[in-house]
């Protein structure tokens, strides 16, 4: 008999609003290197993000209802020469040619553009042919020995670590120039909680700001066991983390399940990868581009308007590039081999998200502490003021001078093609003021 009220045994269902559902399945799509995720992903993720269940062809219909994006659909949309712009667009910020297939593919999906990555190998190589070469790996340097690592699930094991690529040895353009960058990352999922750019990593006040921003900024939400180098700069860090934990999950004895432990940095190894990863795409071009001013003449550290200017340009540059980056890295799909014991072939968001999709065992060990406890510390460290000048490069007076010439300019778009050109021009402007004159 038919079922005229679409009501069956199940029950009605409360289906999330048409943008709420489009911009789910917008994130899915983005995910495993712009692959998107499986029906069988999706179709968990719903669970987990609105606690709706549905069964496959329900999610196709769906889909459908809501126009998502799929590489199917995105074909059908752009046209040929969109598509070949669009990698165009994307590659210019590519300075030394490392991204390949699986990079450009990721990036394009970020921003909204999916491409079969047959399509997608033919434009860089029609376009971008002789960087394939470059990419090759030919010779491999000797490897240490590594021990397979093994997380229960995502928030067991997070790795902290500081990268001083950029710092002053790395940059080499002169005395206190530098831009160091903190990050944090899950062992289990390989998701990169943070990655910022701080004035000096090596500070023990500034790493405790930026840990009880990292706890902040995720619902204040910690792992069972945060791992560090060596440095005495963590020292702080290990003391927040384990008196959060030892308050909010005490039936965690410190014998049977260790709060923090410190490693020499080539046994930090998930997150010391990482950094040979981001070195080898994102960050060839952001330190090529940083050169070029030094290299041309056109940047002097010893002048103070310089050195502020430089800052004022390129610490918000940067930063938004590592922010791209984290968002690359944290939907692409991770590959792997036999010899890994932590998970792969999936994105580190759904991982995170959905580590069962992975590994049937794995558990999320996320531990929610106290946020009143996690104020207390804020001012037991100095408050927002010492917060403040943990993230500090500049003076709050001439960020509003430079602002204001900023505007004067019509607000040119920074990129890392016209950063030097915009500093000249806000340097040229500047020096005109009395206090600079002089």
Known sequence: MPNKHGVNQYGTKDYPADAALLAAFVGYARENSGAGLSAADQIARLQLDFGLSVARNKLFALRRKVGAPSVRKNKNDLSE????????????DDLQGKWGVTAVKQ???NNGVWLTRNNLRT?????????FEGRFVGKQRSKSHRIALFALGPWHQEHSDGHEKLSEQGLNIGSGIHLPIYANKDQ???????LILMPNVRDQIAIAHYYLDLVEGRDYKISLQITTDLGNEVNEMHKIHEALRAEAAPEFTVDEWP????????????????????????GHSVKEAILLGSQAGIFSPQDELHKNTFYWIWVPLVQSRLDDFRDYWNHHKLTGNKKKANPYGSS???????????????RDCSIRVNPETVHRMRESYGGQQAREKAYRFYSLEFEAEANGVYADLGLPRITLETAWDIFRAIVDRLSNLPHYST
Do not use: C, Y
């Open 123 to 131: 434009i860089l190589h029609d376009e971008f042919d002789h960087e």
């Open 188 to 194: 289990f999922a390989s998701w990169v909680h943070a």
């Open 81 to 92: 020469p969109q598509r070949i712009q669009a990698v165009l667009d994307l590659k210019e």
């Open 348 to 362: 580190p968001k759904n991982m995170l998200l959905n580590p069962q999709s992975v590994r049937p065992t794995a």
């Open 107 to 109: 990036r394009l999906a």
């Open 259 to 282: 709060a923090s432990k410190k490693l020499p940095s080539t046994k930090n190894t998930p997150i010391e990868s990482f950094w040979r990863w981001q070195r080898n795409g994102e």
